[in-house]
């Protein structure tokens, strides 16, 4: 399958799931648009397959909609699977230069989830603040990562290969390849346990 068809892919997995969830909140694309901040002609052209959502794109509906990330690239799962590398379909920034796999997606029971990056030499991702209480917990296996934290990036930290990074995520943080060639991560993203109904408070 080429890049192209992948992502094609991808793109179908994401809308079918957009409009799920949609269908399942009772939210119109106004609706949508105002919780996310993403455009209701953008969500449009991302639920009929047509639009290439970036990672921030993605995050912002996340964030807006109060679901995990990568509930927008999940697929049906079906028993025990064991998925390769070249079965993965990523999720491109930075003009494809920063590439985001999903590997295990949260669910009901499971607070966490967990993806693999990939960062060309150079190539950066800014994320908006996620839900309060979020956290990431990032390991290096190759190269080697620059992040950035808070709205005026004013925490700079490098992570070496073979070091772990852990942060608050519920602030803007940004990713970037300090080194020369390609950087690897894997990503923990731990999401706060949903508060109870005020009356069970």
Known sequence: MTSFENAMDMNLVIADNLKTLRKDMHLSLGEVAERTGVSKSMLGQIERGESSPTISTLWKIATGLQVPFTSLMERAEQGIRIISEAEMRPVVSDHGHFRLYPVIRAQKGRSFEI????????????????????????LVYQGALEIQLGDDHDERYTVPQG????????????????????????????YPHPKPPAELV
């Not at 772990?164 to 991560?185: E, F, K, L, M, P």
């Open 115 to 138: 993806v693999d990056l990939e960062l060309d030499a150079g190539a950066m991702s800014e994320s908006r603040p996620h839900a309060e209480g979020t956290e990431e917990f990032v």
């Open 163 to 190: 070091s772990v990074v852990h942060y608050r995520a519920d602030q803007g943080h940004t990713y970037r390849n300090v080194s020369n060639g390609i950087t690897r991560a894997a990503m923990v993203i731990n």
